[in-house]
């Protein structure tokens, strides 16, 4: 099983992913959402010029973000900065959208935004559209601003079926977030048309429990909290998504929006939810991380069961374990490779062990 990083776009992110790329982990990515994290381009940009192996990935972007030309542009012009090893995960912009206070597109705009990229970024022209008016596209770009020789590889964030079956059409591999039921992967794989050449990415956090640690306790939440707490922010923000949770988990609901002083139905409150998203949870909020969706959601365990889960993921075609350390990011990193290639790690060029 490969496993990669996740990280809120920032212009530090360099130093991860030099540290990342020492580690031995296959990916590094940085998350798309411009209201509460910084430009991934602008992020990965400086990553690239400081690595040369990992690949580096934008989780994701989407038609809702940019124009398809704007879109095609910035990857072409990182795939020039790190040939052949950029990631573009592309989506609705679930997310991205809802922190505008707006809703995602499509599954149809999402097909013809990733058809348009794949095409651009390979060279070709597309059919580019504004009201009525259609004109044919490409790059005119002359020189080495932009590569459209070397591959980018393709992804499409799914969580069901349609999302699944365009990541099948367009050849594209897939990426979803906090999901860890092997027969929820078996049914993505299905819908997609099989396991996909350009990969599955699972995207969660990981936290290994010390010998007699609480599975609960305040640093298992500190660890794996903001995931959940990204899940309780959509569902606080959609309430048909907050239906079906258990009680538990809609009293959480409950006290989160009382908390952030806002309610289900305001027009503002994607204000009040999502500053600090996907960030480390504030210790106030321990209290909304129940134990169900640190279950579902997040693999939190001894360095035994957490191997086992992997590789059940593994089996049922997650071909690589994006994980976002929030914590003491650096020293998680070096955790997550301890775990992974079941041996200490020591910190790269000073022989010391963690």
Not at 12 to 36: I, K, Q, R
Not at 153 to 173: E, I, N, P, Q, Y
Request: one cysteine or more; glycine letters at 10%; proline letters at 7%.
């Amino acid at each position: 099983m490969r496993t990669g990083i996740v990280v809120a776009a920032h212009p530090g992110v360099a130093e991860s992913a030099v540290l990342a790329e020492e580690l031995g982990f296959s990916s590094f990515w940085v998350y798309d959402t411009p209201m509460v994290h910084g430009d991934p381009f602008v992020a990965l940009s400086s990553c690239a010029r400081v690595t040369s192996r990992i690949k580096l990935g934008i989780g994701v972007t989407s038609p809702a973000l940019r124009s398809a030309p704007a879109a095609a542009s910035g990857f072409a012009s990182l795939n020039a900065l790190a040939p052949g090893r950029i990631v573009c995960g592309v989506g609705t912009g679930n997310t991205a959208r809802r922190t505008l206070g707006m809703p995602p597109t499509t599954t149809a705009e999402l097909e013809a935004f990733t058809v348009a990229l794949q095409r651009l970024c390979a060279g070709y022209p597309v059919d580019y559209r504004e009201g009525d008016r259609v004109r044919d596209v490409r790059f005119l770009h002359s020189g080495q601003a932009v590569n459209t020789a070397d591959p980018i590889d393709f992804v499409v964030a799914a969580l069901g079926s349609k999302a699944a079956a365009v990541a099948g059409r367009r050849d594209a591999g897939l990426v979803s977030f906090g999901l860890l039921d092997p027969a929820a992967w078996r049914a993505l794989h299905a819908a997609r048309g099989g396991t996909p050449r350009a990969g599955s990415y699972l995207m969660t956090a990981l936290h290994v429990l010390d010998d007699g640690a609480d599975p609960y306790g305040d640093s298992a939440r500190d660890a794996v909290g903001h995931v959940v707490l990204s899940l309780l922010a959509f569902a606080a923000d959609t309430p048909s998504v907050a239906s079906g949770l258990g009680a538990e988990e809609r009293d959480a609901v409950r006290r989160l929006l009382d908390r952030r002083g806002t309610t289900a139905t305001a027009p503002d409150r994607y204000t009040k939810l999502y500053p600090g998203y996907l960030d480390r949870i504030v210790p106030s909020d321990r209290d909304l991380i129940t134990p169900s969706l640190m279950d579902t959601l997040t693999l939190v365990g001894t360095p035994d069961d957490l191997r086992s889960r992997i590789a059940a993921l593994g089996e049922a075609g997650v071909g690589e374990i994006v994980i976002q350390p929030v914590v003491d990011p650096l020293e998680e990193m070096a955790v997550i490779a301890g775990l992974i290639n079941g041996a200490p790690v020591t910190w790269p060029g000073s022989g010391r062990p963690l």
